[in-house]
């Protein structure tokens, strides 16, 4: 069969159909929020999503080996852009996530998620375990998630960290784990969050944003009372999304509101605007649209002859399901606020770029590759 | 589980993760979901209206500052709106600063400095987070006049040209060249036309003569009917243009307006806006409330009464609402759920003054210079009239803009601002029933005791002058307060010695506040102690003598010699002084404050007796040094008094006059005259009111002070009949005879003891005649002992 024939079929359509549709929202939302800010990030972004679709294709198309041999090498280089970060990067909102090359600000964190996967994975491939996985034989895996992690989070930005954490996790209890040592890690991961607490790892307006999410939920503390300074961002943003109700407001009632002032609301909060616009059947859409991706993703996991490919294509869906439930629990109200982008639809150059890259990888394995 | 976390090398258990992923990912999208169609379905109504608020910001609310009314509850200081202009720094973009300054200067009368300085001020870099509204302009012209606070006119556009180099107004050059607003004739400086009487300029000239500049025309629609100035409505100007202005705001304000301006204005006082030396003594009581531009007492009651008259502020919060939607009814619920901190306003004042009094007294003393007459209640010891003269209207000086001439330069020499009814002063004469009290309650004389009096008292080597220098003969008590001998006061005063006089000054409330809400000089009693610390050569004996006829070192208020003759007048219970009759509730009825009860001294009625009757023969009798002021409605008494006055020029008057020594020379005269005393009470039987005048540098008390005494008491009376049994004497028809009739006999109403009162040769000392210096003529001994 060739490409073009396997090309067609229906779950790689689907797959490549909703990637472009979510493109398509981003601009359309971008726009939007450019009239609120009185900013361009919609040609830029436009200019990044053409370079991802470009970057998509050289990826779908050369012969995953090379992109198998060079994994590595790419992680090493990331690992020290991380490292560089943390000195010389550019500092924006109190963060250093970004690194300066002429016009562009890249975030070296973004591909570190598309690196730990093929890294991982290639990991699992080459060591092939009869059995389930005891923690003490997962060392050398630990230290490749560990290490990004740690750094990640030293920029400091938890968000990333966090889905760079959950991909990997992901991954590994998907290769399989000893139930009883995953009893134990569960064990140990809920000692470490409560002595991070307790220690001050966990950062003030990190604590602050958790007690107020608490409250939020536990205590349905969304009254308007209190004055604009001490409102939360996340409290406006769940009332933007309200606004949308069944159907969604005009765009010119959704300029007239609380999303004038929600801050982040072209990055991590783009879905406050789109919901407010979409209303409930859009929002419904949009999760439909996600769900298409990540089933996609699976498909091809599952019909991967590869174990590289099977694994990779795992670490895919993970990437962009974590990255959507978090991002959009956090929007509703359901997660505490963490700093990361809606795959796809938020502005920033690295992160299309990565995602894009990855559902490029996708394709070549969905078409190279024989399906059983 | 186990299969689920088992190896995945079969591709069975593959799959069968894969399955177990995908269930658990559709779980969590449907919590998502779940959670989606809570927030826009279930809640969705309530957060769409929360969506529409744009804001919620919290305001301060100024509480209204309590207003001060007068004993009949006519309204003495009252609030009146006034706006100021504001910057708004946050929102001005660095691009922004010279278009704005440029329409604001276009807009208002704003000179090219004034523009430049404002440029400069907003084009500072300031950190974002610092940046506050910066004030362009306070009292901006709207409805009152910003020099006298009267209410403008709405007239029909007048020309009126601007210079914006000089800040000159220019006025159109009237027909026959008189001054439209004062009829004078207008003189040309080579310049244009002036009017030297109101310092306006007048040209129709398309440039300033002064400086060349391009003359703008603004146009005048507001003028003033009082000052006939003509006014910008500023305030509407302003709105009008608001679109051009978007990084300004308007805000209303709140000012405070005098509608007597004149009448009481030392004993009201004024505002002025807050400083930080205001704010620096409160900031160890927490973060200040004080606005930008909040007013504070400055004087009078508005600054003793400044906690209770300024009120809580509030807090407010504010809905901003979107324009979209305007669910009101929804939204009004919102702001109600809100529970602002309410505001709590100033307490209103009511007043112990009667304005009808206090207009007369302003009447009465209108040929005054520099003088101040206060008018207590006998038995309760309110104020029923304060004036002193010059008074200042305090409407030019509660933080208006200042007028380009200040007119209180003008009058410097008589110290406007000074409230001279509380200021203190050496009581002369007047103070001479302070030394009698002493000697009679002491036993030092008794009302028989007499002195002969040859014109001059010889002391320790000096020689201490009365005023008639040919002396009163042998006089008694009686005789020496109705003629005010001085001779018979030496002896008293050195009999009675300076411990006694002061143990008795201090009984009869002097050297200590007289309860007056307001800050007034406590006076001064002359002690051994007061001489040791404060006189270089210390105490000398002669000191009494002089202490004892109200010179020297003395000094009294005029309120405090109206309390002690309030206490003779009464029966010997010297009251509490209060201007403040009370505060008004919530509904307006008064509340009045709890106060100290009268002091009985302890006189004996004696001694009460010789010293009434004697003040009533000061003004009643022949030979009294007030006969010829006695009112028309009833019988006063009282005393005059007539004080050597210090002559010092102000050096700022000085200076001021350097160039118009004819002025100066004028002045030097005035000064030379002595202050002028009476201090009384009417009716002489069951007395109600006391009366004491004050005219600085006004000549003798007989002569220049009592007729005020008498005018304001006869205002008084002809409006309060009198409860008094006597009527008033048949005497008083003979009262205006400047001619002395050679003996008059005492009066009918006078007790028995009153007829030994002998007629002394002192028919000499006529009313038309000035009365010659009093007291101790000495001053010039003693000054080098």
Known sequence: ?372 | MAFAFGNSHDPLRFRLRNRLALVLIVAGVLTLVARLALVQVVRGDRYQKYAVIERVSKVRAQAPRGLIKSADGTVLARNIESHSLEVLTNRLKPDRVIPLCTNLRELLDMTDSEHAALVNDLSKTVDPRKRRPLLVRRDLVSTHCPFDSSQLELVAEQPHGFCSVCGRGFEAVPPRHTCPFDQRRLTANGKGWHCNACDRDFSEAPACPYDGQLVRHLPHILQCPLCRRTFNDEVAVLRANAHRLPETRVVADIQREYPFRFLASHAIGYVGYVTPADVAPLLPLGPPRFGLSDRVGRSGLESVLDGALRGLDGEQLLVKRSEGEQPAGDLDELVQSIRPRPVTPGLTVRLTLDLELQRAVKVAMKDVFSGAAVVLDVHSGHVLAMYAKPSFDPNTMSGKRAPQARPLDDIAQYAPLMSKAIHGYAPASTYKVVAAIAALQEGVITPKTEHTCGGHYDFGGRRFHCHNRRGHGDVDVFDAIRASCDVFFYHVGEQLGLDRLEAWARRLGFGEPTGIELRESIGRVPSLQWYKQHVPGGYYPGFALSTAVGQKDVLATPLQMARVYAAIANGGLLPQATIVAGFEDANGKLVAPNRLPPRDLGLHKATLLILQQALRAVVNQQGGTAFGSQPATVVMAGKTGTAQAPQRVRKQVAERLREDPAALQRLVAWLQNDHAWFVGWAPYHQAEIVVSVLVEHGGSGGHNAAPIARQIVDAWFSRHPAKSIPPPEPKSERKKKVDPAPDDSPDEASPGDDSAAPTLPESDHQPGEPEPEPGEAPAQPEAAP
């Not at chain 1, 779908?60 to 852009?81: E, F, N």
């Not at chain 1, 991380?82 to 690194?99: D, F, M």
């Not at chain 1, 998907?174 to 001050?200: F, K, M, N, P, T």
């Not at chain 1, 308007?224 to 769940?238: F, N």
């Open chain 1, 1 to 372: 069969m060739s490409v073009w024939v396997r090309l067609r079929r229906p779950w790689t359509m689907v797959g490549i159909g909703c990637v472009l549709v979510l493109c398509v929202i981003a601009i359309d939302n971008l726009a939007f929020t450019d009239t609120l800010m009185g900013t361009t990030y919609h040609r830029t972004q436009t200019i990044w999503l053409v370079t991802g679709w470009v970057a998509a294709g050289v990826l779908a198309a050369i012969d995953p080996v090379y992109v198998r041999r060079l994994s590595m090498t790419a992680y090493q280089a990331l690992i020290v852009l991380l490292a560089l970060v943390l000195v010389v990067g550019r500092e924006i909102n109190y963060s250093k996530r970004w690194i300066e090359i002429g016009p562009m600000n890249l975030q070296p964190s973004e591909f570190m998620k598309l690196s730990v996967i093929l890294v991982l994975a290639d990991f699992f491939d080459k060591r092939r375990h009869s059995e389930p996985w005891p923690l003490t034989s997962l060392w050398w895996p630990g230290l490749l998630l560990g290490l990004p992690v740690v750094l990640i989070n030293l920029e400091p930005d938890l968000g990333t960290s966090v889905v760079v954490a959950a991909i990997g996790l992901s991954m590994v209890l998907y290769e399989g784990v000893q139930a009883r040592h995953l009893g134990y890690a569960a064990i140990g991961l809920l000692v470490l969050i409560s002595v991070a607490w307790q220690v001050d790892v966990i950062r003030p307006y990190q604590k602050g944003r958790a007690e107020a999410w608490y409250h939020a939920i536990i205590e349905e503390d969304d009254q308007p009372q209190r004055p604009t300074s001490q409102r939360t961002q996340a409290e406006q943003a769940l009332w933007a999304v309200g606004s949308g109700q069944y159907t969604g407001r005009s765009e010119a009632e959704a300029k007239n509101s609380v999303l004038r002032h929600l801050p982040f609301v072209h990055t991590d909060f783009a879905l406050a605007p789109l919901a407010a616009r979409a209303g409930l059947l859009g929002s419904l859409g949009l999760f439909a649209l996600y769900c298409g991706v990540i089933a996609w993703a699976l498909r091809v996991a599952d019909r991967a002859v590869e174990r590289f490919d099977a694994l990779v294509a795992v670490g895919v869906a993970a990437l962009v399901f974590w990255q959507f439930f978090i991002n959009a629990g956090m929007v509703i109200g359901l997660l505490p606020v963490v700093g990361i982008t809606l795959p796809l639809v938020s502005y920033g150059g690295s992160s299309v770029l990565t995602v894009l890259a990855a559902c490029g990888f996708l394709v070549n394995i969905a078409v190279r590759r024989r399906g059983r």
